[in-house]
């Protein structure tokens, strides 16, 4: 059902739209974006889109409905970069079965086409969705720490070795 695509500069206007959307933006650490803005995030993240990493729009028919993400990422108080997996989708996406099946899709890719293991999902201690997601995916519930500021729970999920 749906199409994972990287991000482009020129979806600029798509990532500002979505920006505005409260349920895209809620438990975010950014702010909505007007399309200056939104080119200027993706133009400082495209970068970080090396070896297999990056960041992909979710398309659902013709329309970009959310993002996923496979970055290198680093907590507050850490040193150690972790592979962390990251998802979010437009309110009127939500109860669909989307940010399941997206991130199903970029955990699987994660695993067996990058070798990553284990991955990691920086989840909110308050996000009950996300962290249900996480769950049905067979992360598991880990220890709190700080990402970016905000206090979060780090989900971990490993292939069997």
Known sequence: RLVLQ?????????LARLTQDEGFVE?????????????AFLEAR?????????????????????????????LDDSQETLPELGYRLQKTSWGQGFASEAASALRDYATNTLQCNPI????DLNNHRSQSVARKLGF???????F?????????????V
């Open 140 to 146: 598991l519930e880990g220890p709190t720490a700080r």
């Open 6 to 14: 990287p991000w482009e500069l020129s979806d600029a206007t798509a």
């Open 27 to 39: 438990f975010s650490t950014f702010s909505p974006m007007d399309i200056d803005q939104a080119a």
């Open 120 to 123: 990691h999902a920086f989840i």
């Open 46 to 74: 495209l970068p970080l889109c090396q070896s297999g990493f990056g960041i992909w729009a979710v398309w659902h028919h013709d329309q970009i409905i959310g993002n996923v993400q496979l970055l290198k990422q680093t």
């Open 148 to 160: 970016k500021g905000s206090d979060i729970r780090v989900w971990s999920y490993s292939l069997a």
